[in-house]
Antibody
Framework: QVRLQASGPGLVKPSETLSLTCSVS????????WTWNRQPPGKGLEFIAY???????NYNPSLENRVTVSADTSKTQISLQVTSVTAADTAVYYC????????????????WGQGILVTVSP | DIVMTQSPLSLPVTPGEPASISCRSS???????????LDWYLQKPGQSPQLLIY???TRASGVPDRFSGSGSGTDFTLKISRVEAEDVGVYYC?????????FGQGTRVEIK
């Protein structure tokens, strides 16, 4: 069973760096990518970035200059860093696995973590 | 970025009755091979989103057959043939045709 668990501080001060880790168990191969999305309170979902097990990365241009996504060598710890945070970065942050489904031709979010609320406040 | 627009944003439904959600994209999501790079996700209350539909019309593993997706190009529809109480939540369409991936605003489905 694939399991993703996001962890990190729930409170970050403005102008500091938000750092989260997604721990993956039960399903990681060269075919998979890992994505971070976020959801501000009461709002919709926003793509942040993804990293594939072959090292390929992709970032949302609106956040690209503040965001870094990385993975450890075993591809079981996926990290997200967002620098110079403001109140607008307050959100539930989700990590998810991207995989190509049966008869599919692109990666879809097939497993999601439970989400972690990060609040930016003094 | 491709803008995804859903309607309605709120949908009260009666159990056993059908329901339909529309999703429109600002650019075509269809590739030259005919594939439409469009997903539907359901976020149940207090839970993470879950995949329902990909390629615009293919149900994900384990998704009940009362859910169906249709459409092509810029206009897509998610239909629930007979709504059940467990279907409440927020439904999102998402395009994977062009980076960055973008989601619709969400449609909240609730029981009348």
């Amino acid at each position: 069973q694939v399991r993703l668990q996001a962890s990190g501080p729930g409170l970050v001060k403005p102008s500091e760096t938000l750092s989260l880790t997604c721990s993956v168990s039960g399903g990681s191969s060269s075919r998979h990518c890992w994505t971070w999305n976020r959801q501000p309170p009461g709002k919709g979902l926003e793509f942040i970035a993804y990293i594939c097990n072959d090292g390929n990365t992709n970032y949302n241009p609106s956040l690209e200059n503040r965001v870094t996504v990385s993975a450890d060598t075993s591809k079981t710890q996926i990290s997200l860093q967002v620098t110079s945070v403001t109140a607008a970065d307050t959100a539930v942050y989700y990590c998810a696995r991207l995989a190509i489904p049966p008869s599919g031709t692109y990666h879809v979010h097939d497993y999601w973590g439970q989400g972690i609320l990060v609040t930016v406040s003094p | 970025d491709i803008v995804m627009t859903q309607s309605p944003l709120s949908l009260p439904v009666t159990p056993g009755e059908p329901a339909s959600i529309s999703c429109r994209s600002s650019q075509s999501l269809q590739r030259s091979n005919g594939d439409n790079f469009l997903d539907w996700y359901l976020q149940k209350p207090g839970q993470s989103p879950q995949l329902l539909i990909y390629l615009g019309s293919t149900r994900a593993s384990g998704v009940p057959d009362r859910f169906s997706g249709s459409g092509s190009g810029t206009d897509f529809t998610l239909k629930i043939s007979r709504v059940e109480a467990e279907d409440v939540g927020v439904y999102y369409c998402m395009q994977a045709h062009q980076a960055p991936r973008t989601f619709g605003q969400g449609t909240r489905v609730e029981i009348k």
